[in-house]
């Protein structure tokens, strides 16, 4: 156990529906990442928060948003689903100054139907 | 920094010794990884070595790494059934205006070890 925590650890909806998937980093931790895993694109990184701010963004869509909370807490909202954006979403932690140490959730299982 | 490669399977017997292998394009990678996923699970740091090493051992585990080549790999001393699984190489880049957090990943190797 990583000490990350996500929920829910299933979701299933259908298109054009909005979701929103919630991250809790181990504690101590100042940094969020969301990662998105899919059979076509594999693991790809989303965007990081640190300590409420955003970081750095990846291969984000645009319908897709995120936010990191006084508490640390992070949520990642999805809008108008597509079938393309099932995928394992995967949230991880990291100490200050210590970004080079990853720690990964058990994960989201998105399913659009 | 965003081609990381992996072969894709590797079959061993147990006991045997596996060694998993990727390479990685960018030369200003600062630190290489090797995550394990379990089936139904997230993923697993397993260990990590930073560009200016050669190698990291942890136990059963034994990380080479050759700049020249651009050339990580694993290597599980006594591979068990509890070892089956799939490991992922990935590399962070710091680079100016970004920050260390951004892992690239290759597309994971699939570890069967046989009894």
Known sequence: ?113 | GEDVEQSLFLSVREGDSSVINCTYTDSSSTYLYWYKQEPGAGLQLLTYIFSNMDMKQDQRLTVLLNKKDKHLSLRIADTQTGDSAIYFCAESIKARGSTLGRLYFGRGTQLTVWP
């Open chain 1, 1 to 113: 156990d990583s000490g990350v925590t996500q929920t829910p650890k299933h979701l299933i909806t259908a298109t054009g529906q909005r979701v929103t998937l919630r991250c809790s980093p181990r504690s101590g931790d100042l940094s969020v990442y969301w990662y998105q895993q899919s059979l076509d694109q594999g693991l790809q990184f989303l965007i990081q928060y640190y300590n409420g701010e955003e970081r750095a963004k990846g291969n984000i869509l645009e319908r897709f948003s995120a936010q990191q909370f006084p508490d640390l807490h992070s949520e990642l909202n999805l809008s108008s689903l597509e079938l393309g954006d099932s995928a394992l979403y995967f949230c991880a932690s990291s100490a200050p100054n210590r970004e080079y140490e990853q720690y990964f959730g058990p994960g989201t299982r998105l399913t659009v139907t």
